[in-house]
């Protein structure tokens, strides 16, 4: 019997010392850092990502992505943040295609704005080839922290100073004007220079909130308005890192 027992151990140790390894195109992980800029303001961007090459050919995958993003910018305008103010329409998805109300949107001018937020997101991408791949991405859910800046408020015609407004401290993804705090979100083309390497050419979309703390907007119906939003449209590149992932076969 224990000669038996000998002999499988044997044969398990061979086995094992004799598996190969190999690379498992099934998933696509790796650290990405980007930068992009637009009229007055700009980014800094650095994510892990895990995605999925999807069905047989692996030309799809997705997947979620641990993402820091830090927004900087002069003299900013942000604008009335609440969907019901900012909107005519504020039915989910269909938001996007509504009009501005602009009888009802004031303008905080932040002077330093500067934010840092960490967010969970999904991936979405399509390959190409073995070199060229495109997709999007977009942040879900997180938290935001930043710098506390001079503003000045424009209601009604009537000019405010806020002497400390600060970044939003929670954003969540709620399509469209309905988002709270600051999300990132990105289209891209991305070029691979060899295995581990990358390149990306980028248009990012991202909202960014400061909320008041001394001065207020008032609603037409009384309601009281501390959030503005901005709208940063800013293009930029980016540069990955590829980790190999090994199985045992």
């Given at each position: 019997m224990k000669g038996i027992l000998f002999v499988v151990i044997l044969l398990v140790l061979a086995m094992l010392a004799n598996g190969q390894k190999i690379e498992d195109i099934r998933i696509n992980r790796y650290a990405d850092f980007a930068g992009t800029i637009g009229q007055s303001q700009g980014s800094l961007s650095a994510s892990y990502v895990h995605n999925w090459k999807l069905w047989k050919k692996r030309k799809w995958e997705t997947g979620f992505s641990l993402r820091w993003s830090s927004y900087f910018g002069t003299k900013t305008e942000f604008i009335t943040a609440p969907a019901r103010l900012a909107r005519?329409?504020?039915?989910?998805?269909?938001?996007?295609?509504?009009?501005?109300?602009?009888?009802?949107?004031?303008?905080?001018?932040?002077?330093?704005?500067?934010?840092?937020?960490?967010?969970?997101?999904?991936?979405?991408?399509?390959?190409?080839s073995q070199k060229w791949s495109g997709g999007f991405n977009i942040d879900l859910i997180g938290f935001s922290f930043g710098r506390k800046s001079p503003a000045i408020l424009t209601s009604n015609g009537e000019m405010q100073t806020e002497p400390s407004a600060k970044p939003a401290s929670f954003n969540l993804l709620l399509t469209g004007d309905h988002d709270l705090g600051s999300l990132n979100s990105?289209?891209?083309?991305?070029?691979?220079?060899?295995?581990?390497w990358s390149v990306r050419a980028i248009y990012e979309f991202l909202f960014v909130e400061y909320k008041t703390s001394s001065v207020k907007q008032v609603a037409p119906d009384g309601?009281?308005?501390?959030?503005?939003?901005?709208?940063a449209?800013?293009?930029?590149?980016?540069?990955?890192?590829?980790f190999k992932t090994i199985r045992y076969i």
């Open positions: 005519t329409n504020t039915t989910p998805f269909l938001i996007f295609f509504a009009g501005q109300r602009k009888e009802t949107q004031d303008t905080l001018t932040v002077q330093r704005p500067f934010t840092n937020s960490v967010n969970l997101a999904i991936n979405f991408g399509y390959n190409f990105e289209f891209f083309l991305r070029y691979h220079l060899n295995d581990t309601t009281e308005v501390y959030r503005f939003r901005n709208k449209n800013t293009f930029g590149l980016g540069i990955a890192y590829h």
